[in-house]
């Protein structure tokens, strides 16, 4: 086999290869004799069919096959023999030009994998966020929890902000009523944004059975293109006005929180440790995303055009699964791949400055760090062990646990490098984060 390289940019590469014909016809001719052996024809005993025939009806085929056979071999064996490593997959096509009588000649471009040369993170400022989780956070806690068991009781009395509300209304533009303009028995709290401002605000003072004509415009970059901008009136009619009523903190309470004697002392406690469980996880979740920032920042190279596309159609296949998941169709949200090039081109050069770290570094996974990391997963289930069973029973499960230990190790690295300051933070602000 013949071959040579050329250089054709910084990552593209085009291998030129030659493969014997007569190679190709020999092994085209034991196929096509292996085939006859067991083959069965109309008229002609099983093995005893004329090999001109044979290769008549299966010869296309065969010659098909052997060729792709061989390029394929030729191009792994001078992949391997020039010691490239192949990004995506590459684009072979026939050598133009008059044919040679003794070789197939072929050409395959492609792309190799950078070189990567981590940066210095030294000069990198990462500030890490230091918050405590006392008694206050924990009865800012319970109020959210109270708020999230909120029950509503009618009353006779005109709406006021927190009550929720059911109505019915008609929105008209130039007195023509307009594609969801138009509800009956309606619900919506006052002052949770549900409706616009405008809106909520002619509810407000209102009573059950009483109505109101108004008029409001619609903001110019509101999602509903056809009334953007545009003025609106409006009839509504509120037919039942709640106010909001918070469960008491006692036993009752406790119990639907999972605390099955009631405590109230006990039930402070495991909210205490759960909020300290989340703002640990937050605040890994938010010095992980620093650090690789800080890596992306100290360490430029290009990146195989294959690999982004390669990591587009993976961002697009997720996103399509998730809509799926929700009962949309794609046609109500079509998904351009523009939208995702950004993220992937951050995940291949993260994938790429990652290997190279973990591998000049010896920063991979160890066993008792992923089962370290089992274990805190597990904590916080009734039956830890066995969902440590579990974890270790599932391959896919075991090797995300493992890619969360290297992380770890790639952050710690980078800490350790870098120059870290703690940061106190509000606690509201931070764990209001998405």
Do not use: C
């Amino acid at each position: 086999m013949q071959t040579s390289l050329e250089n054709l940019g910084t990552l593209e590469r085009r291998l030129n290869m030659a493969v014997p014909v007569e190679e190709i016809e020999k092994q085209i001719g034991e196929r096509l004799k292996k085939l006859s052996r067991n083959l069965r024809m109309a008229g002609f005993r099983p093995g005893k069919v004329p090999m001109k025939l044979v290769a008549q009806q299966y010869g296309p085929q065969v010659r098909s096959e052997v060729i792709g056979d061989a390029v394929e071999k030729a191009f792994s064996d001078a992949v391997r023999e020039q010691k490239l490593k192949v990004a995506g997959y590459p684009r072979i096509e026939p050598k133009p030009g008059e044919a040679d009588a003794k070789n197939i000649e072929f050409s395959a471009t492609f792309e190799i994998y950078p070189e990567v040369a981590v940066g210095d993170v030294g000069a990198s400022r990462i500030e890490r966020p230091a918050l405590t989780v006392g008694d206050a956070e924990v009865e800012k806690t319970l109020q959210i929890l109270r708020k999230q068991r909120q029950h509503f009781h009618a009353v006779e009395r005109p709406a006021a902000a927190g009550d929720r509300v059911t109505a019915d209304f008609l929105g008209k533009i130039d007195g023509v009523e307009f594609a969801g303009g138009k509800a009956t028995d309606f619900v919506f709290v006052l002052g949770e944004k549900q409706m616009l401002p405008e809106f909520e605000t002619n509810a407000l003072g209102l009573a059950a059975g009483a109505s109101k004509t108004f008029e409001l415009t619609f903001p110019a970059d509101y999602h509903g293109k056809d009334v953007a901008g545009k003025l609106a009136s409006f009839e509504l009619t509120l037919k039942k006005v709640e106010e909001p009523h918070l469960p008491e903190v006692d036993a009752e309470f406790a119990r639907s929180l999972g605390v099955a004697d009631g405590d109230l002392a006990t039930m402070r406690a495991e909210v205490q440790a759960n909020i300290e469980r989340e703002v640990k996880k937050r605040t890994q979740a938010d010095i992980k995303n620093k650090a690789m920032q800080a890596l992306l920042d100290a360490t430029k190279i290009e990146l195989p055009k294959a690999l982004i596309q390669m990591e587009t159609q993976r961002l697009m296949q997720a996103a399509r699964a998730d809509l799926e998941a929700r009962g949309m169709k794609m046609e109500q949200m079509p998904i351009n791949p523009e939208m995702f090039e950004q993220q992937a081109q951050r995940r291949v050069s993260l994938g790429l400055i990652v290997a190279e770290l973990v591998q000049a570094h010896d920063l991979a996974a160890k066993p008792e760090q992923v089962r370290a990391l089992v274990a805190e997963q597990a904590e916080s289930y009734e039956q830890p062990d066995e969902v440590v069973k579990w974890i270790y029973s599932q391959p896919q499960r075991l090797s995300e646990m493992e890619s969360l230990a290297l992380e770890d190790n790639v952050v710690a690295w980078v800490l350790k490098h870098a120059k870290v300051e703690d940061k106190t933070v509000n606690f509201e602000e931070f764990m209001g984060k998405a």
